[in-house]
């Protein structure tokens, strides 16, 4: 969406908006759950102007404490500020209290924070584009302790000048803040590859310790092993990608044959014990399906031509 071709409405609509060129940006937080409230924490600390709305009453009585002015609708706190973050549960929700401030919304940034698919972030930014109203779409990568701090991450895509335009606002919330791309769907792209990684790591952590413990092996016992393991990771990521991007494989030191039998020995040893192996199994599918389609001979990285062709 184009910045300068909402010029005219934006001009016209920020009076009551208003920030003056020593203070900063207005802002205002859509949805107090957890994730809401932090964020209008980190602002409030940033010294910003900060409005407050959540669906339900009795949430946020400790910003409103601290200086931040509460709204009774969606519209009157779409009206109090030049930044407008929406944070709620999901992208249906966030459409829900949008809609109730559609006409006032034109003329300021609006920042969604709620995390969803990329599909979801392009549908909404379609909808803000007919509207006429600048969007950045963002996923927070941190958890709710860490809103506010250097160390914080949160990824932003969409209109470009007005990422650049509020740039120092948003890193209040988050010192990492990181912009990936005009189209308003690569934050959540970002975000999800992460979590993909993240989230089946964190079942195989889970899922190691109940094989131990099926043993009889507590899972202190197993740790400093999985933490030498965590340390290798770094370089196993970065020299992954380069497979990836590359599309070369080189199977010299591993090989793709080699660590399917593994993983089916820990699917045996699982399911001896009664443990679901699911995951391995669905694992276990695509480096099969990998190796038939020749990549036996390649390394661990090659299994993505497996997952690239589901059954
Ligand atoms: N918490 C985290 O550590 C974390 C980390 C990264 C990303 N996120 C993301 O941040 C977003 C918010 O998470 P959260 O932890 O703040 O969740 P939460 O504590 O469960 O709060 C949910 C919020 O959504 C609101 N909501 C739900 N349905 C609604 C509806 N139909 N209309 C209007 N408001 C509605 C709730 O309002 P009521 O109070 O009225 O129910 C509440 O403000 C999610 O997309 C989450 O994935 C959270």
């Not at 600048?134 to 990824?155: K, R, S």
């Not at 120092?168 to 934050?187: C, F, I, N, P, R």
């Not at 109940?210 to 770094?234: N, S, Y």
Request: include cysteine; aromatic fraction near 4%; hydrophobic fraction near 45%.
């Amino acid at each position: 969406m184009s910045n300068n071709a909402h010029t005219h409405t934006r001009t016209h609509t920020r009076t009551h908006a208003h920030t003056d060129s020593h203070s900063l940006p207005a802002v205002t937080v859509l949805g107090l759950g957890a994730m809401g409230q932090a964020l209008a924490g980190a602002f409030l600390a940033a010294g910003h102007p900060t409005t407050v709305w959540n669906r339900s009453q009795g949430k946020g009585e400790d910003l409103v404490a601290r200086g931040a002015t509460r709204a009774v609708t969606p519209a009157e706190a779409v009206r109090a500020a030049e930044v407008v973050v929406v944070c709620v549960v999901d992208y249906d929700a966030a459409q829900a209290v949008l809609d109730q401030a559609a006409g006032d919304l034109p003329g300021r940034l609006l920042v969604n924070l709620t995390s969803d698919t990329p599909e979801r972030a392009r549908e909404a930014a379609a909808w803000a584009e007919e509207l006429g109203v600048d969007y950045l779409d963002g996923a927070v990568m941190v958890p709710v302790p860490m809103i506010g701090t250097p160390d914080a991450l949160i990824f932003h895509s969409g209109t470009r000048s007005a990422y650049e335009k509020y740039e120092a606002t948003l890193k209040a919330l988050a010192g990492q803040t990181a912009y990936v791309g005009e189209d308003h769907g690569l934050a959540a792209v970002h975000d999800l590859s992460v979590l993909d990684f993240f989230w089946t790591a964190m079942h195989g952590l889970v899922h190691g310790y109940a094989l131990a413990a099926a043993e009889g092996v507590k899972a202190a016992a197993v740790a400093p092993h999985m933490k030498t393991l965590a340390a290798l990771l770094a370089d196993v990521v970065d020299g992954t990608a380069d497979d990836l991007d590359s599309g070369k494989f080189p199977g010299d030191l591993d090989n793709l044959t080699v660590e399917a039998a593994n993983v089916r020995h820990i699917v045996r040893a699982a399911e001896h014990r009664g443990l679901d192996a699911a995951a391995l199994r669905g694992v276990l599918t695509a480096a099969d399906r990998s190796i038939a389609l020749g990549h036996g001979a390649d390394n661990w990285s090659s299994i993505v031509e497996g997952i690239r062709k589901p059954a």
